[in-house]
């Protein structure tokens, strides 16, 4: 599923697209991935509106409609967004497309059916949690090493149960919590509340850190995401532990370890993570 950084990779070409432009017209094949409001509804209300704006929350794609309304975008597992040219051939799984006053098309396509798009004030898709209470933006300001301390403090369960919970850090996902977790020399399977101080703050360095490096790469291609154009990212090249499990650490040469914490395979190195 994309994480963080591949939905900022996203984001950012649909801003530098998509902003200024205007929606014309719209076709759904697929309805199913229409949660709100009702389809005819959706499709209808596009055309004419124009989008002033692209922003990411958490894993969620937001683009703010000149109307007040914004739509909202969740790719799930294997949902692409794709900016094309009219003429161009209509992949498989194509479910949403819509026509830009530029003769091109935005579409969404997405194999597994587990991607979802929405539209309505921000307001009313959060108060039907359509879009949902999300926690402090890792890159953002508000993150600051306190935070961090302060979220790990209360709470008893996993690092990665932990970290992988939206509503405490929004955008993170089982990639960057492993790579970070590496980075920072601890183990996922460690209780957060029982982190040193030391460690929650290596941990938040670590977080941003791969999160930034991912970023730069524009994304990590491990199955299905790809960007805007089509292409993988190359953070997959840079992966330290994800993926790797009974492969040596890249740092020391022991056998990276693997296995299920809050029902994710995690990965660790038993020699560097404490």
Partial sequence: MP??????????????????????????SQPGVLRFPSPAEFVAALPGQRIAAVERRGKYIL?????????????????????VNAADEVVKHTHLRVGLDDGRELRFDDARRFGRLMLGPRALLEERRLLPALGVEPLSDDFTPAHLDAVMRRTRRTLKAALLDQS????????YVDEACHLAGIRP??????LTR????????????VLLK???????????????WNAEGSHQEELRVYGRGGEPCLACGAVLRHLVVAGRTTVYCPACQR
């Fill in 189 to 194: 399977t460690r209780r957060a509340h029982r």
């Fill in 214 to 228: 991912a970023i730069a790469n524009r994304g990590t291609t491990v199955d299905d995401y790809r960007d805007l």
């Fill in 198 to 209: 030391r460690e929650r703050l290596a941990l938040h360095g670590a977080i941003r850190s």
């Fill in 168 to 175: 405490v850090i929004a955008g993170l996902g089982n990639i």
């Fill in 63 to 83: 683009c703010a409609l000149d109307g007040g309304e914004q739509v909202v975008v969740h790719l799930g597992m294997t949902g692409h967004l794709r900016v």
């Fill in 3 to 28: 994480e963080l950084p591949e939905v900022e990779t996203v984001v950012r070409d649909l801003r530098a697209e998509l902003v200024g432009r205007r929606f014309l017209s719209a076709w759904v």
